[in-house]
């Protein structure tokens, strides 16, 4: 990241926000997950949040008086040292047929985006996904990667959402772990438990990692 263009925001007394770029986009996201990897293991970090575009920061010491060309060159210096390996692979089966017409959205959306619902599956099956941030719910993973033909933008009213759905919103894709009110296109569903307290990790989903899904019906 020799090359590599931030912004600097302060966000309150204790929190640094570095923003990467203004869209979703592959190169982005990536240049947040290096960054996010490498701040993590730093010992003047205490927390760090990564989304699509911005990687937020809670430094101590010395740090919490650094502006952005000093967290500019550190991030730009401990990338190039580190090369990260590719995200796991995730495969996760999804359920696109036998679904309550009232709480799945398939046959709309691909109407909408000019696609038979056979064509729309084939489409999301051949996509390889990237986990870029989560959140919104504990354990939600949002993915990037998402072809530019799928994207549509969000429904106009809010739908309830079955735990495990697969729905897209815009440019944006995800599991969505309970239930809960949307306005993305519920697509599909999967019986992996997205997120539980009762296993290490909690979440099913690490930042970075890579996600195809699988047709289970």
């Not at 263009?5 to 640094?16: A, N, P, Q």
């Not at 190169?27 to 960054?35: D, K, L, M, N, S």
């Not at 500019?72 to 040292?81: A, C, D, H, V």
């Amino acid at each position: 990241m020799a090359d590599l263009k931030l912004e600097f925001k302060r966000l309150g007394e204790d929190w640094v926000l570095l923003r990467f770029g203004h869209a979703i986009c592959d190169e982005t996201t990536e240049r947040v997950r290096q960054a996010y990897v490498s701040m993590q293991a730093l010992d003047f970090v205490c927390e760090c949040i990564p989304t699509y575009t911005d990687l937020a920061i809670r430094p101590r010491g010395e740090a919490l008086l650094w502006g952005g060309e000093e967290w500019r060159m550190l991030i730009s210096s401990s990338t190039q040292e580190r090369q990260l390996a590719p995200g796991r692979l995730i495969e996760m089966p999804v359920r696109f047929a036998h679904l309550d017409d009232d709480a799945f959205d398939l046959q709309s959306y691909s109407q909408q985006i000019g696609l038979s619902i056979d064509a729309t599956i084939a489409k999301l099956l051949a996509t390889e996904f990237k986990v870029a941030m989560i959140g919104f719910l504990p354990g939600m993973p949002y993915f990037s990667g998402l072809p530019e033909h799928l994207h549509l933008p969000r429904r106009q009213h809010l739908a309830t959402a079955v735990p495990g759905t697969f729905a897209i919103g815009g440019q944006q894709a995800g599991f969505l772990p309970n239930q809960t009110l949307t306005g993305w296109w519920r697509l599909g569903a999967t019986d992996a438990s997205i997120f539980t307290l009762e296993r290490e990790p909690q979440g099913l989903f690490q930042i970075g990692d890579r996600v195809r899904l699988l047709r289970a019906d």
